[in-house]
T-cell receptor, first 108, second 113 residues
């Protein structure tokens, strides 16, 4: 079936630094969403992309349907960015397949 | 107010008991979802509902059923809960029937003993 491979599975960043998370897809996806799971367990919408790139503050995301991947870049990481990040790819039948998540810890 | 509300947030049940998880949304979204999330795994789709009484199995529907009698309300039912159904369950909704942002509830943590 459709699969999403998310990497890395865990990441530690010092405050002020940055990195990128990536999701690779085994098939062509219609769109991708990125979420952050906060300390309360809520899934917070970060981005929805059907193509191209979007930027919001210190976060930037890109989605390439043809090349079957999406990325989430975090710059100038802050302590409150800690949490688990998930990508979710929208398949052709309007269902979403989730990556296994990236546990991000930002260190002072 | 663009909110998805799940009840209860925490629940402990004995094996064999029935479980009812409820989800409401105030955005008049047509599509609603039930997922479960287990450690080290992404969210897995249990059921999807495209509108009232228009439900479809997801990837892991066995042991679950759903009910959608009103657009704003989507229930997940476990008849005779099993210990392997211990998990965190997430409800979500989206406008239309695809191609739009998912909005999630805060999750319902179920423990089956």
């Amino acid at each position: 079936g459709d699969q999403v491979e998310q990497s890395p599975s865990a990441l530690s960043l010092h405050e002020g630094t940055g990195s990128a998370l990536r999701c690779n897809f085994t098939t062509t996806m219609r769109a991708v969403q990125w979420f952050r799971k906060n300390s309360r367990g809520s899934l917070i919408n970060l981005f929805y992309l059907a193509s191209g790139t979007k930027e919001n503050g210190r976060l930037k995301s890109a989605f390439d349907s043809k090349e079957r991947y999406s990325t989430l870049h975090i710059r100038d990481a802050q302590l409150e960015d800690s949490g688990t990040y998930f990508c979710a790819a929208e398949t052709g039948n309007y269902k979403y397949v989730f990556g296994a998540g990236t546990r991000l810890k930002v260190i002072a | 107010d663009m909110k998805v509300t799940q009840m209860p947030r925490y629940l402990i049940k004995r094996m064999g008991e029935n479980v009812l998880l409820e989800c409401g949304q105030d955005m008049s979204h047509e599509t609603m979802y039930w997922y479960r999330q287990d450690p080290g795994l992404g969210l897995q789709l249990i059921y999807i509902s495209y509108d009232v009484d228009s439900n479809s199995e997801g990837d892991i529907p066995k042991g679950y059923r759903v009910s959608r009698k009103k657009r704003e309300h989507f229930s997940l039912i476990l008849d005779s809960a099993k210990t392997n159904q211990t998990s965190v369950y997430f409800c979500a909704s989206s406008f239309g029937q695809g191609g739009n942002t998912l909005y999630f509830g805060e999750g319902s943590r179920l423990i089956v003993v």
